[in-house]
């Protein structure tokens, strides 16, 4: 463990023996609580538990989101806060996510945990190699069932109805190794033709045999999660929330742009008009952000996680917590509600920032892009870079994008662009975030 994470552990202990926090979260002002202008800390517990549709659990509001892998003690305290919902995947750190949890839930009553796994799938993945990365996944998991498996990234409607799936979670069901199932998707991957999020979320909650969805939601992308949300509601069909702080570094956006501009790289017109473009919409926003106070990036990160814990129809928000002091922020929104003044400044942030924001599981510029580069991905990857601090985590997979030819978009005139409905500076952004995680 690193040196400051051994620090941030030791002042999380100390307070309290799961780690008691002076914070609190109101309404206004810097959200101090009242509690804590009078001295008393509070723990950072889980206060609302929520019925994840069909499958009757009742899960904390707030769950671990492990898409990287986290430090045994950060799971152990959230488990010791009250956190009883765990998303992992085969692939998050090559199956060492799993391998961390196994160790965090041991000696616990399994029975209290709902623990979820996915696997990447294709339309004719076989039911023998299904079956054998599922027990891999339970085996790492030092467990003897798995809640819910998740088909990971779902990209199209035919993997969805892939038979063999289906025949190897009835087997696994009849074993007692698996109680349900579900469908994640965050749009299309790669820059491959494939079916929207919203097409496929639709069909999987059609389709009948889906117990849970996991789905992108936050205040800057409503549609389409508020219609899926209202179906699954219908169908009785659990929902976890992914992707819900659209929030990210925006701030300092003109600055990285003539950090760039100086590294002695020639600028070409074209390109250096794309800059001026970016540069214009990060001005327009730096004046809202002046205007409606809004330089506390993590006031609205806080408003944009309530956002989403205040509609009824979420069960579950997952949430990267990297180490402790993601805790002491984070978990003591649990049972929290969005005030007035919140909701106002969501508001202004969204008039005036929402163009710097590359919508999650959007892709509609993608389909124009004649060097089919993956755009939805990329901006996925500079997301976890920006808003989940996963910096390291987010080079790493950017640098695992084959084939990636990083000069096409500067020399592109900027196609993306105008396919875009929501007028982001799509190219620009992209040269950006080329520069940002690009590892050396």
Sequence with gaps: MKKNEVLNRRNFIKTSAIGMVGLSVSGSGNFASEENKKGTSVKPRIKKFNILGRTGFKVSDIGIGTS?????????????AGVNYIDTAERYGRGASEKSIAQAIKGRDRKSLFITTKLHLTETTSTEEIDKRFNK?????ETDYIDCLMIHGASSLAVLKNK???LAVKKLKAEGKLRFTGVSNHGT???RSEDVMKKVLMGAIDDGRFDVLLVV???LKRDPGEKILEACKKKNIGVTIMKSNPVGRYFDIKERIEQLKKEGKEIDTRTKN????LKETASRAEFFIKKYNLENSEEIRDAALKFVLNNPNV???NLAFNNFDDIEKMLILSGTKLSRTEKHKLNYYAHGLSELYCRHGCGICESSCPENIPVNTIMRYNHYFDANGSEKFAMQKYAGLSGLNSDACKKCSGI???SCPFNVPVKGLLILADHRLTLG
Excluded: K, M, Q, W
């Design 189 to 191: 991957r790669f820059g």
């Design 217 to 219: 939601y936050n205040f």
């Design 137 to 141: 996944c339970l085996g790492r998991l």
């Design 274 to 277: 794309y800059y001026d473009r």
């Design 416 to 418: 993306c662009e105008r």
């Design 68 to 80: 990287r892998v986290y430090p045994v003690p950060v799971i152990t305290a959230l488990l010791d």
């Design 164 to 166: 063999n799936f289906h």
């Design 315 to 317: 069960s579950v928000l």
